[in-house]
Structure formats: C-alpha cells, structure tokens
C-alpha cells in the first residue's frame, strides 16, 4: 500500500487503470450488477420520448455488467472498452450487444449517433477534458449522460470498517488534484443532478474476498502483498457477527449523477 496518502501518483493511476483485464473472468463472475431502478433513472431524460429501443452506449463497458442491465430493459448497446481481455469476455457475456474497442478519449462512434451514454464505474479513469467533448460529439441533444457507481455503503459501521482494512475508495491515490468521480462542468451539457440507490449483494467470505480482490488497487499489488491484504480481510470478516457462514447480504449503494446534452 505504498502510496496511500502521498498524493496522486500518474504511473501508478495508469497501472490501475489498465489492470482490469488481468482478472476479466473474475470480474464479470464476482462485480455487483445494477439495479434496474438505478439504470432506468439515468436514462429518463430520453425514455421520456421513447420507453425502450433507445440507442445507448455503454462507455468503458468492461464485462458488460451495464450492457446487460440496458439490455434488459430493451435497449439496443454499443459497448466501447479498451481493453482486450475485458472486451472478449463482454462478447461472451453480452453477445447481443456491439462490442467496440475504444476509449472515453476516443470514440469509435459517428456524431450525434447515440440516444443515451452511460458509463459504469469508470468516470475516474477519464480524462474529462477530452472525453466530455467526445461524448458531447456522438450524444444527440436531449439526451442523458449518466455515470453510475456501485459503493460499499459504509454509512452502515461493519462496512466503514471494512473500508478501513481493504482501502478502496479513490482518495487512496490522493485523487484531489484529479477530477475524480465527479462529473466536470461544462458548456454542452446541463448541470449534473444526483441519486443514490440503496441495494444488497448476497455474499460469502470467500465471494466478498474474491469481489474485493477485482479492485484495482488490489490487482496492481505484488502476489505476497495480494495474499497479505486478503488474510487483513478474512481476519476482519471471521470479527465481524453480521458475516455469517451462511451467507449475508452486503449493504450497496448505486450512485448515480446525470446530466443532459444541452441543445434538445
Ligand atoms: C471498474 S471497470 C468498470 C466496467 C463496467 N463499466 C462495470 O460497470 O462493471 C473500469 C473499466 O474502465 C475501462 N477504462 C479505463 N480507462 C478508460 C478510458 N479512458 N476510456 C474508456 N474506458 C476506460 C477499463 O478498461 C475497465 O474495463
């Protein structure tokens, strides 16, 4: 946990961001999905016209975790990922969807030739300055951007403490000199509005260890390092009486913030 607290580190910002791809299986097997309540708000500015069959690109799509929620509710995905191993196991997960390789900086998309952009879990690995007027570019006017996030919702106290023995959140880099999880402001896009929503994920030890252990943070660590931070864990979990062996419902919120391209 070398540089927790020092302050924003690029080249270890640029490890973590491209590390998903090493643990791509583990990831679409053990990633919490979200809650079709969460999905449909951020699309309400667009389903206002047309309640299913909108066109929506799914940025920095991963496995597919949101691909598969828009699916599920009729939309038609184009999905754009720039990593190769996150890619191929979203066409494994999401054959329906079209798959492109791509980037927020960059996106394989003609102009205004979306109904709708979402992206899961990945505002922090953008650069906004650049990948705002991209979106603007291939998002049609009126319609939402919304980036939503799934959380450990550690308002609740065994959760905080979990926090504390497995530091995941983004502060972990220092990331205030970065923009972060919060949209930026800008021109071609109406001001960001908020909602938060409150889930449950069933899990094991064993299945919350395997979770945590898809995180970036953990996935840039050395192997004995790896092994260390996941006994930190499986120790604070045997203290804890909310983690049964049988099993028990992990506390989640989907934070969601959503704005609209100017101009509709
Ligand atoms: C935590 S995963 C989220 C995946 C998926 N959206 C989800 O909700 O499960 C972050 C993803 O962002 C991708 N990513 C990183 N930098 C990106 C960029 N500049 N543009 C687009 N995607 C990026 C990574 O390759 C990774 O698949």
């Given at each position: 946990?070398?540089?927790?607290?020092?302050g924003?580190?690029?080249?270890?910002?640029?490890?973590?961001?491209?590390?998903?791809?090493?643990?791509?299986?583990?990831?679409?097997?053990?990633?919490?999905?979200?809650?079709?309540?969460?999905?449909?708000?951020?699309?309400?500015?667009?389903?206002?016209?047309?309640?299913?069959?909108?066109?929506?690109?799914?940025?920095?799509?991963?496995?597919?975790?949101?691909?598969?929620?828009?699916?599920?509710?009729?939309?038609?995905?184009?999905?754009?990922?720039?990593?190769?191993?996150?890619?191929?196991?979203?066409?494994?997960q999401?054959?329906?969807?079209?798959?492109?390789?791509?980037?927020?900086?960059?996106?394989?998309?003609?102009?205004?030739?979306?109904?709708?952009?979402?992206?899961?879990?990945?505002?922090?690995?953008f650069?906004?300055?650049?990948?705002?007027?991209?979106?603007?570019?291939?998002?049609?006017?009126?319609?939402?951007?919304?980036?939503?996030?799934?959380?450990?919702?550690?308002?609740?106290?065994?959760?905080?403490?979990?926090?504390?023995?497995s530091?995941?959140?983004?502060?972990?880099?220092?990331?205030?000199?970065?923009?972060?999880?919060?949209?930026?402001?800008?021109?071609?896009f109406?001001?960001?509005?908020?909602?938060?929503?409150p889930?449950?994920?069933?899990?094991?030890?064993?299945?919350?260890?395997?979770?945590?252990?898809?995180?970036?943070?953990?996935?840039?660590?050395e192997?004995?390092?790896?092994?260390?931070?996941?006994?930190?864990?499986?120790?604070?979990?045997?203290?804890?009486?909310?983690?049964?062996?049988?099993?028990?419902?992990?506390?989640?919120?989907?934070?969601?913030?959503?704005?609209?391209?100017?101009?509709?």
């Amino acid at each position: 946990m070398g540089n927790q607290g020092t302050g924003y580190d690029p080249e270890l910002y640029a490890r973590r961001r491209s590390s998903f791809g090493a643990a791509a299986a583990e990831y679409a097997a053990h990633r919490p999905d979200y809650p079709a309540e969460a999905v449909a708000w951020a699309l309400a500015p667009a389903t206002g016209r047309q309640a299913a069959g909108l066109h929506v690109l799914d940025l920095a799509a991963g496995t597919g975790k949101l691909t598969l929620g828009l699916l599920a509710l009729g939309h038609r995905v184009t999905a754009v990922e720039p990593d190769p191993a996150m890619l191929d196991e979203l066409r494994r997960q999401a054959p329906q969807a079209t798959a492109l390789a791509g980037s927020a900086e960059r996106i394989p998309l003609p102009d205004a030739s979306v109904d709708a952009v979402v992206v899961g879990q990945a505002i922090h690995w953008f650069d906004q300055s650049r990948a705002l007027p991209e979106i603007a570019r291939v998002l049609r006017p009126g319609g939402p951007l919304a980036t939503l996030s799934n959380a450990d919702d550690d308002r609740v106290e065994w959760i905080a403490g979990l926090g504390e023995v497995s530091p995941s959140q983004v502060s972990y880099l220092g990331w205030a000199t970065r923009p972060g999880t919060r949209l930026a402001p800008d021109p071609a896009f109406d001001p960001a509005r908020d909602a938060d929503f409150p889930h449950t994920l069933r899990r094991t030890a064993d299945s919350l260890i395997a979770t945590i252990a898809t995180h970036s943070h953990m996935l840039v660590l050395e192997p004995a390092e790896r092994d260390e931070a996941k006994e930190r864990i499986r120790a604070y979990l045997r203290s804890r009486p909310e983690v049964s062996e049988d099993g028990f419902d992990l506390p989640l919120v989907t934070r969601v913030q959503r704005c609209v391209r100017a101009g509709g």
